[in-house]
């Protein structure tokens, strides 16, 4: 269950992104494949981290990890160069789906029934740690100001892919993309791996 204080801690969490980023999430709440482990949430940012981009967050997982003593406690993240805000909630819609199932570790990779966002064909999720340049490598500290201790929640990107490079990851690993030098923020880019699906 989402702890007492869950609704405050997700403002908390908000707050941090908004001095980070500057800009104000829009919420969305995506409802949860078992609703008693708690709410999930897509906060959507749009023009972050410049114009021409959406970014969104994960608001779920970490009140569930922390309830079930899993550590690190982490959210998803996701960046894509598009106008388009069903990108942003496509990480939560991936919490609520899976949360309690999959603990979401970067190097994994989740597919997904059909394409996210149409006419993209990129239907997987890449988990891996942030890129540098978004200012996302280090955890977002979520506790009380004045707190002693901090409560950090540690962010996790998630890349969309082609079910090719799906497949190649299982085999190969997370170079296969990330050091592909492809464009990962681009809903269009061809795939790096030719096979069924791609």
């Known amino acids: 269950m989402v702890p007492t204080d869950g609704y ?3 403002g908390r969490f908000m707050e941090r992104l908004r001095t980070r980023f500057g800009a104000e999430p ?3 709440e995506v409802p949860p494949r078992v609703p008693g482990d708690g709410r999930v949430f ?3 940012c749009s023009g972050v981290p410049e114009r021409g981009f959406v970014t969104g967050f994960t608001y779920g997982l ?3 990890r ?3 003593g899993q550590a690190p406690v982490r959210e998803l993240c996701i960046t ?3 106008a388009d805000p069903r990108w942003a909630k496509v990480p939560a819609i991936t919490v609520a789906a899976l ?3 999959c603990p979401f570790d970067p190097g994994m ?3 997904y029934k059909r394409p996210y966002v149409p006419p993209s064909r990129l239907n997987s999720l890449v988990l891996a740690l942030p890129a540098p340049g978004l200012g996302l490598a280090d955890p977002i500290d979520v506790a009380v100001q004045g707190a002693d201790a901090g409560e950090l929640i540690e962010i996790v990107a998630a890349h969309p892919a082609y079910p090719s490079e799906r497949t190649a990851v299982h085999a190969d690993g997370l170079g296969v993309l990330l050091a592909s030098g492809a464009d990962l923020y681009d809903p269009d880019r061809p795939p790096l791996v030719r096979g069924p699906g791609a």
Do not use: Q
Request: proline share 4%.
């Open 8 to 10: 405050e801690r997700l």
């Open 26 to 28: 829009d919420v969305e």
């Open 42 to 44: 897509a906060l959507v």
């Open 62 to 64: 970490s009140p569930f």
């Open 66 to 68: 922390r309830a079930k």
């Open 80 to 82: 894509m160069r598009s």
């Open 99 to 101: 949360r309690g199932l």
């Open 109 to 111: 990779v989740i597919g």
